[in-house]
Nanobody, 124 residues
Framework: QVQLVESGGGSVQAGGSLRLSCAAS????????VGWFRQAPGKERGRVAS???????YYSASVKGRFAISQDNAKSTLYLQMNSLQPEDTAMYYC??????????????????WGRGTQVTVSS
């Protein structure tokens, strides 16, 4: 069982930055794909960014160039640096993980481990 705890959400104005953290109960590079999903009210949960055990990253088109995913293996912590935030980035952000030696799934239904989420609100 993998436990994930997010932190770092909050309210910012458009153009601002936030860094989300996800503390994991296992080493984030120990055979798990770990990623960030977000869900806005009335919308489906979608993958924002993810990183494989080998360090291959993925970003959704809407955040590429603005967000950066990273991990501190010594601290078993996953990060999401979010820059140039826009109101459309407002959502609940979740950390998620699944076992994989190579790739990350896009479908959130294939991620068995989830944190409780942290709210990000961006005002114009």
């Amino acid at each position: 069982q993998v436990q994930l705890v997010e932190s770092g959400g909050g309210s910012v104005q458009a153009g601002g930055s936030l860094r989300l953290s996800c503390a994991a109960s296992v080493a984030t590079d120990s055979g798990y794909c770990v990623g960030w999903f977000r869900q806005a009210p009335g919308k489906e949960r979608g993958r924002v960014a993810s990183i494989t055990p080998g360090g291959t990253t993925y970003y959704s088109a809407s955040v590429k160039g603005r967000f950066a995913i990273s991990q501190d293996n010594a601290k078993s912590t996953l990060y999401l640096q979010m820059n140039s935030l826009q109101p459309e980035d407002t959502a609940m952000y979740y950390c998620a993980a699944h076992r994989s030696p190579i790739a990350c799934f896009n479908n959130p239904n294939f991620y068995p481990f989830w944190g409780r989420g942290t709210q990000v609100t961006v005002s114009s």
